[in-house]
């Protein structure tokens, strides 16, 4: 038996509209996308709401070394100077991707096609 006592009928009220404003984070799975597809884009991409975690600025990184340019402005939006697909250039230095999983499979997946030469490195578990 319950030693709560017995049950409280609770009644509910009409209210009026909910009104506001509400900020969720970015996602890092689409984060990840929006980098590389910019990368990929011919012209400049424009991103707002990227989820500014270390796995994603790791993506960020890498799309430069691939020859983009990515920027990030002082509101917290990005760009990226794409360079076509098939534009990658081929890097100076080793694609350091950290731990994110995600962020190196999208990334060799894209550059596998490109004709260039890469080498990757990260965190292992």
């Known amino acids: 038996m319950s030693s709560h006592g017995d049950p409280v009928p ?8 909910l009104a506001g404003v509400a900020e969720v984070p970015g996602d890092k799975s689409i984060s990840h996308r929006s980098l590389i597809l910019g990368a990929m884009a011919v012209g400049e991409t424009k ?11 790791d993506t960020a990184k890498a799309m430069q070394a691939f020859g983009a340019k990515v920027t990030r402005h002082e509101d917290g ?5 794409g360079v076509g ?8 230095n080793v694609i350091d ?21 890469a080498t990757f490195t990260g965190e292992t578990m």
């Not at 991103?47 to 600025?57: H, K, P, R, S």
């Not at 939006?77 to 100077?81: P, R």
């Not at 098939?86 to 890097?91: K, R, T, V």
Request: one cysteine or more.
């Open 85 to 92: 697909v098939g534009g990658f250039a081929e890097p100076d």
């Open 47 to 57: 991103i707002t709401g990227l989820l500014e975690g270390q796995d994603v600025l």
């Open 77 to 81: 939006s990005w760009a990226v100077q």
């Open 10 to 17: 609770m009644i509910s009220h009409k209210s009026g509209p």
């Open 97 to 117: 991707c950290g731990n994110s999983g995600t962020g190196v499979r999208l990334i060799m997946g894209v550059m596998a096609s490109s004709g260039i030469a």
